[in-house]
């Protein structure tokens, strides 16, 4: 499955429930994490995402490759 598949009706439905949220991509305070493991849909509501990022251990080792 590639991520538009998940993004676009996500963002659609967030947006129709909640018209007055807007959209913060470089500092979000609240952020909707998707992860699909072969059948299962699993589905986050993470506050202070970006800064937790740097707990990852795939986000740390991306940014030490760059």
């Known amino acids: ?3 538009v598949e ?4 996500l963002a659609n439905l967030v947006s129709k429930k909640f ?5 913060d991509l470089s500092n979000p305070e609240v952020s909707l994490v998707v992860e699909i ?3 299962t ?3 986050g509501v993470v506050t202070e ?3 937790r990022a740097k707990y990852n251990l795939v986000e ?3 940014k030490q490759n760059k």
Do not use: G
């Open 6 to 9: 998940v993004i676009e009706p």
């Open 49 to 51: 995402h970006s800064a």
């Open 41 to 43: 849909c699993c589905l």
């Open 1 to 3: 499955m590639k991520s």
């Open 19 to 23: 018209p007055v949220i807007k959209v």
């Open 37 to 39: 493991l072969k059948k």
């Open 60 to 62: 740390m080792a991306q």
